[in-house]
């Protein structure tokens, strides 16, 4: 199902809130072409433009955390890993059967569902983090 952008997804960050909108919009794009039944090829550059960028949104946000100490840095880490190899695994799934009904259960299950959770709950945990350094000024 399409993720609706809303004010709770929204983690006071400016540049990572965008950056999250981006993806958002490509999760949203790649299921709407996927129900439209749209070509392969199409729905192929849009999964991989997100398995793209959300390398470069996690080193992003690593560099962010880094730099401000945040205290849970290796454990957020291991998140992202975890997603980056189910981002993977998506990708030879759908190598190999193109956007089928498993896929597309699979996808929102493991891409849709995921990423929803992880902003709400571990990027606002770190950004919560930051906020309060700088109240603290
Ligand atoms: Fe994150």
């Known amino acids: 199902m399409a993720i609706k952008w809303r004010k709770e997804l929204e983690i006071g960050i400016d ?41 470069t949104h996690f080193n992003f ?25 189910e981002v993977q695994e998506m990708k030879r799934q759908f190598e190999q059967d193109g956007a089928s009904l498993p896929f597309i259960i699979q996808f929102n299950k493991r891409i849709v569902d995921w990423f929803v959770n992880h902003i709400s709950k571990a990027d606002k945990d770190y950004a919560e983090y930051v906020h309060s350094l700088k109240g603290a000024k």
């Open 15 to 55: 540049v990572i809130d965008n950056q999250h909108k981006e993806l958002v919009d490509a999760i949203n794009k790649l299921l709407e072409a996927s129900a439209a039944g749209r070509a392969k090829e199409e729905i192929g550059s849009t999964l991989n433009f997100l398995s793209d960028y959300v390398i």
């Open 61 to 85: 946000e690593q560099e962010y955390q880094k730099r401000h100490n945040y205290p849970k840095y290796a454990e957020h880490l291991k998140l992202h890993q975890f997603f980056l190899q």
